[in-house]
T-cell receptor, first 113, second 113 residues
């Protein structure tokens, strides 16, 4: 059974700092991996998607990488801003599945002004 | 740009009552999912559908039923609500292609007293 772990559970940084969020998974046979953002009391917003054949994806100040051999993905946020404060969720679809996502428990990020 | 719409947004039920949560998507997606989100447990899959007229059990299906009579709609039913079903429920849909993300609704916050 695929298991997804996100460490740390919470992170607090000063504004302007570059930061990395980590996601690890136990089964390297994945279809794709998504990073989501969730604001308190809100739904999930898709940030980046990395297909199994890709190594990284970039969108603005965000960069996500994927290393299937080590079972790891990272989300890099450059020049963090208070508006980046949210919970970040890593989720993946395993190969051969019905395209359902397996989620990590998330990292709660606070960017201090 | 409706995407995935969930109704209702909030609901309070008494133990033993029944209700149906509605999910509607306007993206012509084949795959639809119901997840629940609980503190410390992350998001877990309840039921899913890979096309009109099909449904299947996810990780935590007990106490729930689903139907997908129309491609755009996926209904989640609670026949006899229990306090353990107090949660935030999210619906999602996807085309199933590896380069396409899952799209989520804004969630339904359900309390069972």
């Amino acid at each position: 059974k695929q298991e997804v772990t996100q460490i740390p559970a919470a992170l607090s940084v000063p504004e302007g700092e570059n930061l990395v969020l980590n996601c690890s998974f136990t089964d390297s046979a994945i279809y794709n991996l998504q990073w989501f953002r969730q604001d308190p009391g809100k739904g999930l917003t898709s940030l980046l998607l990395i297909q199994s054949s890709q190594r990284e994806q970039t969108s603005g100040r965000l960069n996500a990488s994927l290393d299937k051999s080590s079972g790891r993905s990272t989300l890099y946020i450059a020049a963090s801003q208070p508006g980046d404060s949210a919970t970040y969720l890593c989720a993946l679809i395993s190969s051969g599945s019905a395209r359902q996502l397996t989620f990590g428990s998330g990292t709660q990020l606070t960017v201090l002004p | 740009n409706a995407g995935v719409t969930q109704t209702p947004k909030f609901r309070v039920l008494k133990t033993g009552q029944s209700m149906t949560l509605l999910c509607a998507q306007d993206m012509n997606h084949e795959y639809m999912y119901w997840y629940r989100q609980d503190p410390g447990m992350g998001l877990r899959l309840i039921h899913y559908s890979v096309g009109e007229g099909t449904t299947a059990k996810g990780e935590v299906p007990d106490g729930y039923n689903v139907s997908r009579l129309k491609k755009q709609n996926f209904l989640l039913g609670l026949e006899s609500a229990a306090p353990s079903q107090t949660s935030v429920y999210f619906c999602a849909s996807t085309s199933g292609r590896s380069n396409q993300p899952q799209h989520f609704g804004d969630g339904t916050r359900l309390s069972i007293l």
